[in-house]
Nanobody, 115 residues
Framework: QVQLVESGGGSARVGASMRLSCTAS???FGWTLKWYRQASGKGRE???????????TYADAVKDRFTVSRDNAKGMGYLQMNNLKVDDTAIYFC??????????WGPGTQVTVSS
């Protein structure tokens, strides 16, 4: 069982930067790290992912603005968010994915961007 906790959320103005952190209860070596977000009244969407081979994927809406990274030994994942937009307002969730039968979620952290 892996426990995840997100941190670093809060309020920001359009154009600002924010870094989210995901703290795992142990090493995250071998897992795929994913960040999802869910805006009010909408479904959960995949924002970014980083697998064990250092392959990254990003949603079109955040490409060139967000960067996902990880520190396996420390059990940490990060999402650097630059040039924030109002549409980035959502609850952000950290996810560790091994396969369809084994994945873990954090409780989420709220990010609110205002103009």
């Amino acid at each position: 069982q892996v426990q995840l906790v997100e941190s670093g959320g809060g309020s920001a103005r359009v154009g600002a930067s924010m870094r989210l952190s995901c703290t795992a209860s142990g090493t995250i070596f071998g897992w795929t790290l994913k960040w999802y977000r869910q805006a009010s009244g909408k479904g959960r969407e995949l924002v970014a992912s980083l697998n064990q081979r250092a392959t990254t994927t990003y949603a079109d809406a955040v490409k060139d603005r967000f960067t996902v990274s990880r520190d396996n030994a420390k059990g940490m994942g990060y999402l650097q968010m630059n040039n924030l937009k109002v549409d980035d307002t959502a609850i952000y969730f950290c996810n560790l994915y091994w396969n369809c039968l084994e994945e873990y979620w954090g409780p989420g952290t709220q990010v609110t961007v205002s103009s």
